[in-house]
C-alpha cells in the first residue's frame, strides 16, 4: 500500500511551528480521548487489540486496558449487534468495521435497528452508536476492499455518515461522532491516513452537518467530499494559472447534508462541480445536484457537473485503478467543461 507522507491538506489554517499529525494519528487521539473522557465508551473489532489493519488503534489497549479495547470474531453482523445493544442499553460503543465493503454484512443492524430504534421508542432510549470503516480506492486492494458506499447509508434515516478530508477534520468531527446520541458512521479514506497536517492536541468537535468553505473563488464551486476535497485543491490551483478562480467546499458530512453552503456559494459562483470517489452513478452527487437544481436554478450559467467513478468494480491492476479513481486533472477537466458552459 503506497501512502503519501508528505502532502498537507486541511480547513484549519496551517501553522508550520505547531504539531502535525498523521491522518491515522488524528483519528488514534480522538478515540484515546474519548475512552479517557467517558468509562462507558469502548471499542471493539478484528485485531484492534493489535491497533487494527490500519494501526487506527494502536496503543488504546495498552493505554486503556482490553476490558474496552476488544477484539471480536470475524462476524460482522455480530459486531454491529453488539453496538446496537450495548448502545441502547447505556453504553457508547466504537465498533470498528475493517473495510467498509463488509458493511453489507451489518446492514440489517444498522438499518433496521440502529437507524430506526430511537424513533420506535419514541426517544426514550439513545443510539450512541460509532460505526468507524475504511474506505476507498488507490491501494490496489481490489473490488472487494476498495468500495465508498456513502450513498447506501445516506439513504438511510436515523443514520449519520461521516467522511473527513484532512488530519485535523479526523479528529474534530469523530470527536463529535463519539459525543453523538445518534448512530453514526465514520468512513476515514485509506490513501489519506498518511497525511500530515496541524491537529491541535487539545481535544475539539466539529460540528456535524456543517460543511466548510476551504477556498474560496468566484468563477465555480466544486462540492467534494472525503479525498476528493484534497484533489479538487489540487485541481483548483491548477485552474487557477488558467484564470479560473475555484472555491472548494469540503462537505464534511453527507448526512446531514449542509446544503446551505452550497447554494450559498453556487448563487454566487453561478457554476458547480460536485465530486466524489464513489460510482457516479446512483452516487450521492447527484442528490447534492438534484437539491442545488431545485433551489438555485436561477442562478446556474451551466449544467452541474458530476465526476465519480465508472460504473465498474475497483480494478486491481494499478494502471487501471488509476484510469478508475477520480483524480485532480479529471476534476480540473470537468471544471473546464462546465465553466465553458458544457455538459460532463
Known amino acids: 500500500m503506497s501512502i503519501d507522507n508528505t502532502r498537507t491538506a486541511s480547513s484549519e489554517p496551517v501553522n508550520h511551528q505547531a504539531r502535525s499529525l498523521k491522518y491515522v494519528q488524528a483519528a488514534t487521539e480522538a478515540l484515546s480521548q474519548g475512552l479517557a473522557r467517558d468509562r462507558t465508551m469502548f471499542v471493539a473489532g478484528e485485531d484492534v487489540v493489535a491497533g487494527g489493519v ?10 486503556h486496558g482490553r ?3 476488544l477484539d471480536t470474531p470475524v462476524a460482522e453482523a455480530a459486531l454491529a449487534g453488539l453496538g446496537v445493544g450495548s448502545a441502547a442499553c447505556g453504553c457508547r460503543p466504537v465498533i470498528d468495521i475493517m473495510f467498509m465493503d463488509f458493511i453489507g454484512i451489518a446492514m440489517d443492524q444498522l438499518v433496521n435497528q440502529a437507524a430506526k430504534m430511537k424513533y420506535m421508542f419514541g426517544g426514550s432510549i439513545r443510539m450512541p452508536l460509532t460505526i468507524l470503516t475504511v474506505a476507498g480506492a488507490g491501494t490496489s486492494s481490489a473490488a472487494q476492499h476498495s468500495q465508498s458506499l456513502e450513498a447506501w447509508l445516506c439513504h438511510v434515516p436515523g443514520l449519520k455518515v ?3 478530508s484532512g488530519p485535523y477534520e479526523v479528529k474534530g468531527l469523530l470527536r463529535a461522532a463519539l459525543d453523538d446520541d445518534n448512530a453514526t458512521v465514520v468512513m476515514l479514506n485509506k490513501r489519506t491516513l498518511g ?7 487539545e481535544a475539539y468537535t466539529l460540528p456535524l452537518g456543517v460543511a466548510a468553505v476551504v477556498r474560496t473563488g468566484h468563477d465555480v464551486t466544486i462540492v467534494a467530499m472525503g479525498r476528493m476535497v484534497l484533489e479538487s485543491i489540487e485541481a483548483a490551483s491548477t485552474l487557477a494559472a488558467e484564470g479560473i478562480d475555484v472555491e472548494v467546499i469540503d462537505v464534511r458530512t453527507p448526512s446531514p447534508l449542509d446544503i446551505d453552503t452550497i ?15 464513489a460510482v457516479r452513478f446512483g452516487g450521492f452527487g447527484g442528490e447534492i445536484a438534484a437539491q442545488i437544481q431545485e433551489e438555485a ?3 446556474l450559467d451551466a449544467p452541474i457537473g458530476r465526476v465519480g467513478a465508472p460504473f465498474s468494480p475497483v480494478p486491481f491492476a494499478p494502471e487501471l485503478e488509476r484510469l478508475y479513481v477520480p483524480s485532480a486533472s479529471s476534476i480540473a477537466e470537468a471544471v473546464r467543461a462546465t465553466v465553458a458552459g458544457g455538459r460532463w
Open 297 to 299: 436554478f436561477d442562478y
Open 263 to 277: 447554494l450559498e456559494s453556487v448563487r454566487r459562483t453561478n457554476r458547480v462541480v460536485v465530486a466524489h470517489e
Open 162 to 164: 461521516v467522511m473527513p
Open 195 to 201: 497525511l500530515k497536517a496541524h491537529v491541535p492536541e
Open 67 to 69: 476490558e474496552r479495547v
Open 54 to 63: 490500519y494501526s487506527v488503534y494502536k496503543g488504546l489497549a495498552d493505554e
